[in-house]
């Protein structure tokens, strides 16, 4: 075999071999941007692919606007979308996948950027008492929950909110039934709870017993617990 024909040939291989997988005929190079009421979401949102009818594994993923290769063929394309309370998950069964394919899919998702102040006697009592979103007439879970002053997204609709507040043995509980909760809403809810801060020291013969003895608030005439 001529030198020039050896060389040619191996100069071939070596380029086949290094290649990028992009470029081969039997791969695909999938881009998807994800998008929500027109703008990218970024890394709030990964796409995965995965074998027709089986979603429990992928076969790899990349987050929103990133590139992945797979062999050429039919896929289902799955998207989970996260922000904050707000979680989504959606579908494309049945994609055909060869060369390089970009696709832009919009999630169409109207959110609310909500915060609750809890107040009680005017002053903001920060982690003494939380927030939380629950489906109307819902009373046992939450959606999400956020303490005083905290923001939180959540999909834009009517909800129940229920306030904690808890500050040592002063227990408070209040609702804010069929609260409309779109685009941006701030809320300040006062408690108007009085509290006292009781001491009381035990001695005996004069002296501190400390650990010694407890003392207990009890509703009057109960004192049994």
């Given at each position: 075999?001529?030198?020039?024909?050896?060389?040619?040939?191996?100069?071939?291989?070596?380029?086949?071999?290094?290649?990028?997988?992009?470029?081969?005929?039997?791969?695909?190079?999938?881009?998807?941007?994800?998008?929500?009421?027109?703008?990218?979401?970024?890394?709030?949102?990964?796409?995965?692919?995965?074998?027709?009818?089986?979603?429990?594994?992928?076969?790899?993923?990349?987050?929103?606007?990133?590139?992945?290769?797979?062999?050429?063929?039919?896929?289902?394309?799955?998207?989970?979308?996260?922000?904050?309370?707000?979680?989504?998950?959606?579908?494309?069964?049945?994609?055909?996948?060869?060369?390089?394919?970009?696709?832009?899919?919009?999630?169409?998702?109207?959110?609310?950027?909500?915060?609750?102040?809890?107040?009680?006697?005017?002053?903001?009592?920060?982690?003494?008492?939380?927030?939380?979103v629950y489906p109307p007439g819902e009373r046992d879970t939450?959606?999400?929950?956020?303490?005083?002053?905290?923001?939180?997204?959540?999909?834009?609709?009517?909800?129940?909110?229920?306030?904690?507040?808890?500050?040592?043995?002063?227990?408070?509980?209040?609702?804010?039934?069929?609260?409309?909760?779109?685009?941006?809403?701030?809320?300040?809810?006062?408690?108007?709870?009085?509290?006292?801060?009781?001491?009381?020291?035990?001695?005996?013969?004069?002296?501190?017993?400390?650990?010694?003895?407890?003392?207990?608030?009890?509703?009057?005439?109960?004192?049994?617990?």
């Amino acid at each position: 075999m001529p030198r020039s024909i050896l060389w040619c040939s191996l100069v071939f291989a070596v380029f086949c071999l290094f290649v990028p997988a992009a470029v081969r005929a039997e791969n695909a190079k999938v881009t998807v941007v994800i998008t929500n009421q027109g703008l990218d979401v970024e890394k709030k949102a990964w796409f995965g692919v995965y074998q027709p009818d089986h979603h429990d594994s992928y076969i790899d993923y990349a987050y929103s606007g990133n590139s992945l290769e797979v062999p050429a063929g039919t896929y289902d394309i799955g998207i989970i979308f996260e922000d904050d309370a707000v979680k989504h998950e959606k579908w494309l069964t049945g994609q055909a996948l060869e060369g390089e394919v970009r696709q832009t899919v919009e999630l169409g998702i109207k959110t609310a950027q909500v915060k609750f102040t809890v107040t009680n006697n005017g002053a903001d009592v920060g982690a003494k008492a939380w927030w939380g979103v629950y489906p109307p007439g819902e009373r046992d879970t939450y959606i999400a929950y956020k303490y005083s002053g905290q923001p939180m997204t959540i999909v834009a609709g009517t909800y129940d909110i229920g306030i904690e507040f808890n500050d040592d043995s002063a227990k408070v509980k209040k609702w804010l039934p069929g609260e409309k909760l779109e685009n941006k809403v701030e809320k300040t809810v006062e408690l108007g709870q009085p509290l006292a801060e009781v001491t009381y020291t035990v001695t005996n013969n004069g002296a501190v017993v400390g650990r010694k003895a407890w003392w207990g608030v009890y509703r009057p005439g109960k004192h049994d617990s």
